[in-house]
Each structure stands twice: as C-alpha cells, then as structure tokens.
C-alpha cells in the first residue's frame, strides 16, 4: 500500500483510482481492525484492572488467544504502515509512516515477548487502539482528496456519440463520432449539441457557446460562420463541414489544457509530514539512548532498561500526531458542509487563507447567466411601458430565443398571436390585436432604412446591453434593453473582500463593453475581457507571475483550465459538472459572498491545525524526558501504562480542540 501525501496525488493526473482504492482499502482494514479490537481491550490485564474484573475475565490462555488477535491487527491493519516505513527508508526521508510503524512494532515486540513468558507489561490494547486510530486518520485524509480530477471525463462527456452525417445524394446517416473525418458533411438539428468543429455551409440559427467560450449571447451561425464541437444549436438547422477532429478539435484542445493546469499545480507541503520527521528522529534517539543509557551507564538489568525505552516509545506514539491535521479537516469540511462550501482539496484549502487576490468568471458566477430587462424606452405617446412590454412578450412567447424569456418575464399578460414568423438574425413577428407586430434587433431596422436618433440607445449599447425594438404597423413605437442580471451578492461580496486587502478581478471570454459595465456596477479592481478560453489558464499565471496567491471562482467549461491552474479553483455548484469536477472547492448556494467565507474558515482551520500541532509535539517534547527517567532520583518513574495513559490524554485534548472549530 503506496501512501504519499495527497497533494501529490492532486497534483498528479490519472490518480483518482489510485486514491479510490486507497481510501477502501483504509477504510475496510480500519473495520476489521476495530471489530478485532473490542475483545483484546477485553482481554487485556491493565483494562480488567481499571474495571476491577481481573478475576473474573481470566481464563487459561487468555494472554495467547489475545497475542493472536492483536497480531493480526498488526500485521493487518498495521501492514499499510509497515510497507509505508520501507519505502521512507528506501528515499531516507523518515516521516509519519516511519513513526507510526517503529511505534506499533516496538509495542508489538516488546507485549509479545511479555505475552511468552518475558517478565514486564502488556500494552496491546495501545498497539491496536493506535492501528485503528491511524487507519482512521488516513482513511479521512484519502477522502478529503478523491474526485479531485475527474474534470477530463466530464469535459469528455459534453460531445454527442453520434453525428447525422450527409451522404452524396442527400440523405443522412446516423455514425459514431469517431467515424467522422476531415471534409464530412454534418446535419445539426435544432436543439441539438454540435459534434464537430466545422463550418457552416448551409443554414442559419444562433449557438449558445456560453460554457465553452464564456460569450453570455447566443452567436448567430450562417454560411461561413465557424461552429465549436459541444456547443449547443438553437432554433434553425445547420449544415457544416468538418474542419477539425480528434485531438485537434477545441474540445480536446481544452482537456489537454486542464490536465496540464493539474499536473503543473502547485504542492503545499503537510504541516504534520514535517512534524512527524522530527519527531520520528527524536523519538528513535530518545529511545536508543535510554536504553543504553539505563542498560550500560547506570548498570540496571535488560527488562528494566528495555521497559523505560519501550515507555519512551508508547508515549511518543503518534495517536494526538496522527488526528492533530485529519481530525481538524474533518471538522472543518463538516462545517463549511452545512454552510454550502464543498472541500474537495485539503491543500488547496489550507493555501486560500493566504488568497491575496480573487479572479471571477462573469457569466454564471458575478451574473446569473440568464438576460433580464434592464431599460425601456418610449418612441409613441399612444403606448406606454407596460403596452409594449405585453404585445412584445405576446410575440416573443412563441419565439425560442433565449432573449425571449426576458421580455415574457416582464409582461403583465399576453394576446392571442398569428401567423407567428421567424427571420433568422433579424427578430420575430406575429399578428396581435389586429395589428402586425415585431419585435426587431437593430440590424433589420437598418436594413429598412428605419432611423431612431436617440442619445439613449447608443448609452445603452455602449454599456453592451441588447437592445431590440418593438415596431407596430412597422413604427418604431418602444425598445427594450436586456443584460446579463448581475447577482445581488456581487457587490457586497466585492467590498468585503476587499475591505480585507484582497483584489478583485474579472476575467471572461464576454465583450470588453459588457465586462467592465458589470465591473463598473459592482466595483471590481481589473477586468480582462475577451479571452478565449485556451488563454484563461496562461492569464491566471501572468497574474500569479505578479507574486500573488490566486483563488479563481467560475462555473462554466471554458473556466476548467483556470480553476486547475490557479492556486485555489472555487466552483460555483449550479455550473457545470468539468467545472465542479477541476475545483479545490465547490460553492453550493452560487453566493459569491461564500468565497470570503471560504477563505474566513481556511484561516481559522489553519490556527486550529496550528495548536493541534503544538499539542501533539509540545506534548512529547515534555513527556519523553519524564518517560525516559529523567525524575527517577525523585521517586518519579513511567511505566509503560502509565505512559500510554498521558499518551491517550493529548488525544483528548487534540479531538476536543478540534471539536472547538466549530465555535
């Protein structure tokens, strides 16, 4: 059993199933190990004692049937440590599998030769109760790990298996993707993901590209227009040729992008890996010197001298060591559980409390991704506000455009409608009321020759809103402008994080105009717009070129290889699967302000994890002298008992003080 420290694991693509099979294989040596552990705690003499049954629990045998259960759960349970200390040895770098295993084999040994005759103490139960401890400890450690890079499978996912490719006499035949070649003719109907990167040939509809490039508006598609694999059609049909397939397609392009954003992220080392080394190296000395200290200066006789260096041992087991970091994680993404904050990476996590800035995503995480009305003007006296919001939603309600849902949403009520007419790119038109209504982008009135001079229509536009324009009888008589709706939570979530030193910064594949209208509304630092999303992943490291620590908070695909390459990838939970899938931490309630919360809870998981670690090795650090006999002119001497008694106290205190977190 290969143990490495998990960020390594993160860091490395292609290592989920490793750590799938770690954690199960953690977890069920951890049962076994327990449900063994009941009757050698029943069987041991120092519990009997405590309990004041040492009669009536023993019986002929006893010491041997509880030397073949505490065996197994030694070499059982204790074998993924045991193999752990020959592969430190083997890169001589000493850590917490070294100590863990020189820890339970001294007590094994030592109980073993007292369980065979040997004159001394059974401590057994300590051997097994430290095994499941452990085991515990590191079952919780794979699991805060998994599914950390199950982002390449998803992306995967977003292509249709089939295509309606065109044969020479025109009809359509149904093929696997892979059967697709370069210069193929495709069928893409409406409502249906586009699965090649091509070029349109014949047709006309609008694509909604949103989660792959970031572009909140649908992109109007005809002849010569280029069309993405994984997009998704709209209203009309498209008929396109391949251009790209296979490893060169977008898609692909963007799945090499994120494995490569995780392999090159950054390692944080463990807090506890770095304790554990020196504390390994002390606990080994101590041990060594004490015997031979007892042994050949001060002439005491094998069994003492062995027992005050089996104390040294038990009392610097690593049971407080071993819970000081997983048991505060587990507390932690117990907490930040029911607050909505979804911890997927340990490493990561702990690193957000040194975020120096936040990049967002716009579409989907400062925005809600979806168009709302924003302003409404009046060319006629005849019609007010709440008229030309009816006939256009009247209109638009047999319309597919995703504009559409906007208008709908404002209207009081809507009429009867006929001879509904779709001009592509153009708008919609129908028969409402006895008159001929439409609701019209700025293209066709300029196809028409149709002039507005209204000041307020270029503010709108140069604040990149859409403006469409309601026309009766073909009279210009109103307009609407729809944005993107800017969440409530971004503003405040904006001031807060920056009240606290942390800039703010925007970066979407949307238009310039659009990027810093939002910017400008809710008071970020920097925006960077128009970047297609292969570019997302080198604009985050030209930031962290800067010298700072970057969190980056998105939720569509075209944000996956920026949530890989930042130091901390916040996903926003109602975005899309690869985005979820590549993030350190998931946002489940979509509240910007969560990304302060995160960072608040990483900050004071740090000073927990911090005093865990101060009580784990202080502890030691005072407890070894007194094993080893340090007070032994004074009528003070451990036994191995009572060393495993102090040992199990800074346990207590290590889960209790982990327990505290939650204040």
Known sequence: MEHQHPSEHNSKGGHEDHHGRMAADFRRRFWISLFLTLPVLVLSPMIQAFFGLDDTLRFAGDRYLLLLLSSFVFFYGGWPFLRGLAEELAKKLPGMMTLIAVATTTAYVYSTAVALGVDGKLFFWELVTLIDIMLLGHWIEMKSVLGASRALEKLAQLMPSEAHRLTEDGRTEDVMLQELRIGDRVLIKPGEKIPVDGEVFDGESSVNEAMLTGESLPVDKKTGSEVIGGSVNGEGSLRVVVKKTGKDSFLAQMIEIVRQAKD????????????????????????????????????????????????????????????????????????????????????????????????????????????????????????DRREIFNLAASVEASSQHPLAQGIIDEADETYLAGQFTSISGKGVRAEVKGQTIMVASPGYLEEKNIGIDDRRIRQLSAEGK??????????????IALADIVRPESK??????????????????????????????????????????????????????????????????????????????????????????????????????????????????????????????????????????????FGILLNPAAGAVLMSLSTVIVAVNARLLRI
Request: charged content about 20%; overall charge negative; glycine content about 6%.
């Open 264 to 383: 090159s992220k950054s390692r944080t080392q463990n807090l506890a890996d770095r304790a554990a080394f020196w504390l390994t190296l002390l606990a080994l000395t101590a041990g060594i010197l004490t015997f031979l200290v007892w042994f050949a200066l001060m002439e005491q006789d094998v069994a003492f001298s062995l027992e005050r260096a089996v104390t040294v041992m038990v009392i610097t087991c690593p049971h407080a060591l071993g819970l000081a970091i997983p048991l505060v994680v587990a507390v932690s993404t117990s907490l930040a559980a029911r607050n909505g904050l979804l911890i997927r990476d340990r490493a990561a996590f702990e690193l957000a409390r040194k975020i120096d800035a936040v990049i967002f995503d716009k579409t989907g995480t400062l925005t809600e991704g979806r168009f709302g009305v924003s302003d409404v003007l009046v060319f006629d006296d005849e019609f």
């Open 492 to 633: 405040t979530a904006v001031t807060k994080l920056r009240e606290n030193g942390i800039r703010c910064i925007m970066l979407t594949g949307d238009n310039r105009r659009v990027a810093e209208w939002v910017a400008k509304k809710i008071g970020l630092d920097e925006v960077i717009a128009e970047v297609l999303p292969e570019e997302k992943s080198s604009r985050v490291r030209e930031i962290q070129d800067r010298g700072l620590i970057v969190a980056m908070t998105g939720d569509g695909i075209n944000d996956a290889p920026a949530l890989a390459a930042a130091d901390v990838g916040i996903a926003i939970g109602a975005g899309t699967d690869v985005a979820v899938e590549t993030a350190d931490i998931v946002l489940v309630k979509s509240n910007p302000l969560d990304t302060l919360a995160v960072i608040s809870l990483a900050k004071a998981t740090y000073s927990k994890m911090l005093q865990n670690l101060f009580w784990a090795t202080g502890y030691n650090a005072l407890a070894i002298p007194l094993a080893a006999g340090a007070l032994y002119s």
């Open 466 to 479: 859409t403006v469409v324009f309601v026309l009766v009888d073909g009279k210009p008589t109103g307009a």
